[in-house]
C-alpha cells in the first residue's frame, strides 16, 4: 500500500485570502498525482491529474504543481470563496494501473 | 446524462446479513473500483475491475465480494464475514490507465446493527 499523506488535515480561511496545502507520496516509482475536490452532499469530482515532474495545472482559481523527485504536490486556491469550501483529496495510482491510493485529505472552510 | 447511480443513498441492515449495493455506469468506461469512508479517513479501496469478468482485490477486500458480469455494472456484497461494516461507501469508474481521472457515484451509507 502507498503512503499518501496530506497536511494539514483541516484549514479555515477567510474569503478573499489565499491558501495551499501538501500532498506527499513516495517518490520511488512514480506513474500520476490526482487532486479531488469533495463537496458535502456531493461526489468527488476531479480536479488533476499531473504526470510530469515540474508540472503545474490550472482550474480557475485553483492550481497545483508537482515535484516527483521529492515526492510533493502543492494545491492552491487563489483569493478562496465560500463555494470553495470542500475536501481536498490527492492520490497516486500503485503501479501502471489506475489502482490508486488516496491521502487523508485536507478539509477547507472559507469563512464569509 | 452520462454519470454513475448508486443506490440506494442509505441501508440499513440487522447484523449477520449479506447487503448487496448497487453501481452502475453509463460512461462505456471499462475499470470501476469500490472504495470506502469511515470517519476520519481517506478513501479506501475495496475492490476493482479492469474489464468485464475480472476484477482484482483492494486493500480492504476481506468480508466483501463483487462481481462484473456487465460493463455497465459492478455491485459490492458486504458478507456478514466483514466485521465492521457501517461505512460510507463510494462507487467510481474510469477508463484504463494511470492518467485517467476516476468519475464517483454519490455513495451509500450502510449502517449495520
Known amino acids: 500500500i502507498l503512503n499518501v499523506e496530506q497536511s494539514p488535515q483541516s484549514l479555515h480561511v477567510q474569503e478573499g485570502d489565499s491558501t495551499n496545502f501538501t500532498c506527499s507520496f513516495p ?22 491529474v499531473m504526470t510530469l515532474n515540474g508540472d503545474e495545472k490550472k482550474k480557475g482559481r485553483i492550481s497545483a504543481t508537482l515535484n516527483t523527485k521529492e515526492g510533493y504536490s502543492y494545491l492552491y486556491i487563489k483569493g478562496s470563496q465560500p463555494e470553495d469550501s470542500a475536501t481536498y483529496l490527492c492520490a497516486s495510482p500503485e503501479a ?10 485536507t478539509r477547507v472552510l472559507v469563512k464569509p | ?39 476520519g ?17 483492494g486493500d480492504i477486500a476481506e468480508g466483501y465480494s463483487v462481481s462484473r458480469e456487465k460493463k455497465e455494472s459492478f455491485p459490492l ?20 490507465g494511470e492518467e485517467s481521472p476516476l468519475h464517483f457515484g454519490n455513495g451509500t451509507r450502510l449502517t449495520v446493527t
Request: aromatic fraction near 16%; hydrophobic fraction near 35%.
Open chain 1, 27 to 48: 517518490s520511488s516509482n512514480f506513474y500520476a498525482l490526482h487532486w479531488y475536490r469533495w463537496e458535502t452532499a456531493k461526489s468527488p469530482e476531479a480536479l488533476f
Open chain 1, 96 to 105: 501502471a494501473v489506475n489502482k490508486l491510493t488516496f491521502g487523508g485529505g
Open chain 2, 1 to 39: 446524462d452520462g454519470g454513475i447511480t448508486q443506490s440506494p443513498k442509505y441501508l440499513f441492515r440487522k447484523e449477520g446479513q449479506n447487503v448487496t449495493l448497487s453501481c452502475e455506469q453509463n460512461l462505456n468506461h471499462d475499470a470501476m473500483y469500490w472504495y470506502r469512508q469511515d470517519p
Open chain 2, 41 to 57: 479517513q481517506g478513501l479506501r479501496l475495496i475492490y476493482y475491475s479492469q474489464i468485464v469478468n475480472d476484477f482484482q482485490k
Open chain 2, 77 to 96: 456484497t458486504v458478507t456478514s464475514a466483514q466485521k465492521n461494516p457501517t461505512a460510507f461507501y463510494l462507487c467510481a469508474s474510469s477508463m484504463w
